[in-house]
């Protein structure tokens, strides 16, 4: 069992506030819009499992820094972690690990979820679309570019959740083509329950997240448990075996770059 206050200031890419059993955190990097790596991906995993661990999180709202949720885009080179796409077998195994708790302990958090992103969802826009509720901003974008538009398999979650949000067809497009899905074509495509300005976003979220809390913290967990429950199961058939197959087109490019 977690007490808040030995994790609330314990993350380098994640800042917290709680109040009356409502916990916001907001996703960042040096203060700005949160920049993938695998600094942030293992922090993640270790901060969704202290949140996990902790019953007085009764609702969590999810958000990002700035103009954007997540980044950077598959074209910004300038701020991609080389280092996540090309790793010896040895080097790989420790994300590998680390990606399957990062999906699981998301999913073990007891409290009900809302996604708010407040702008760009570049890179792991599944860690929103996994919520409970998700809203977002007018503009923000929905993007798959971590992975085929850089030269990996998709195989860490958002394999998982894409296709049962928006369909098998939509989904492979989606991947297979770096599309970028606006914020209300997101919505009509079912990633999304609403889409407000973005200077209310943050309201909107708190104000549903009153909402639900007025439910009984019981009624929250095991509504919780039930929403998560079939996910989980899928997470663990698929996302073990899809990092294995990123995996070794990581230890490909790897082996590419010291021939």
Same mark, same amino acid.
């Given at each position: 069992?977690?007490?808040?206050? =030995?994790?609330?200031?314990?993350?380098?890419?994640?800042?917290?506030?709680?109040?009356?059993?409502?916990?916001?955190?907001?996703?960042?990097?040096?203060?700005?819009?949160?920049?993938?790596?695998?600094?942030?991906?293992?922090?993640?995993?270790?901060?969704?499992?202290?949140?996990?661990?902790?019953?007085?999180?009764?609702?969590?709202?999810?958000?990002?820094?700035?103009?954007?949720?997540?980044?950077?885009?598959?074209?910004?080179?300038?701020?991609?972690?080389?280092?996540?796409? +090309?790793?010896?077998?040895?080097?790989?195994?420790?994300?590998? =690990?680390?990606?399957?708790?990062?999906?699981?302990?998301?999913?073990?958090?007891?409290?009900?979820?809302?996604?708010?992103?407040?702008?760009? +969802?570049?890179?792991?826009?599944?860690?929103?679309?996994?919520?409970?509720?998700?809203?977002?901003?007018?503009?923000?974008?929905?993007?798959?570019?971590?992975?085929?538009?850089?030269?990996?398999?998709?195989?860490?979650?958002?394999?998982?959740?894409?296709?049962?949000?928006?369909?098998?067809?939509?989904?492979?497009?989606?991947?297979?083509?770096?599309?970028?899905?606006?914020?209300?074509?997101?919505?009509?495509?079912?990633?999304?329950?609403?889409?407000?300005?973005? =200077?209310?976003?943050?309201?909107? +979220?708190?104000?549903?997240?009153?909402?639900?809390?007025?439910?009984?913290?019981?009624?929250?967990?095991?509504?919780?448990?039930?929403?998560?429950?079939?996910?989980?199961?899928?997470?663990?058939?698929?996302?073990?075996?899809?990092?294995?197959?990123?995996?070794?087109?990581?230890?490909?490019?790897?082996?590419?770059?010291?021939?």
């Amino acid at each position: 069992m977690s007490d808040f206050e =030995s994790y609330e200031k314990q993350f380098k890419y994640i800042r917290m506030r709680r109040e009356d059993g409502i916990l916001e955190l907001r996703l960042h990097s040096d203060g700005g819009t949160l920049q993938w790596g695998i600094e942030p991906h293992d922090e993640l995993a270790t901060a969704f499992r202290a949140i996990a661990r902790d019953p007085q999180n009764r609702v969590m709202i999810i958000t990002g820094t700035g103009d954007a949720f997540s980044g950077p885009r598959a074209t910004d080179e300038a701020h991609v972690d080389k280092k996540f796409h +090309a790793m010896p077998a040895e080097v790989w195994e420790r994300p590998h =690990s680390n990606g399957m708790e990062l999906m699981d302990s998301l999913l073990s958090i007891q409290a009900l979820v809302i996604g708010a992103v407040n702008g760009p +969802a570049l890179r792991h826009c599944e860690l929103a679309l996994l919520s409970d509720i998700v809203i977002a901003s007018e503009n923000a974008e929905f993007q798959d570019s971590a992975h085929f538009p850089a030269g990996l398999t998709p195989g860490d979650g958002i394999n998982v959740i894409t296709p049962l949000a928006m369909g098998l067809t939509r989904s492979h497009y989606f991947h297979l083509t770096g599309q970028v899905l606006g914020a209300k074509k997101a919505m009509e495509f079912g990633l999304v329950n609403e889409v407000v300005k973005r =200077s209310e976003l943050i309201d909107r +979220a708190w104000t549903l997240a009153r909402q639900l809390l007025k439910q009984k913290p019981m009624v929250i967990r095991h509504t919780r448990l039930l929403h998560t429950h079939e996910m989980r199961r899928r997470m663990l058939d698929m996302v073990g075996y899809g990092l294995a197959l990123e995996g070794l087109d990581i230890a490909d490019a790897f082996d590419s770059l010291h021939k």
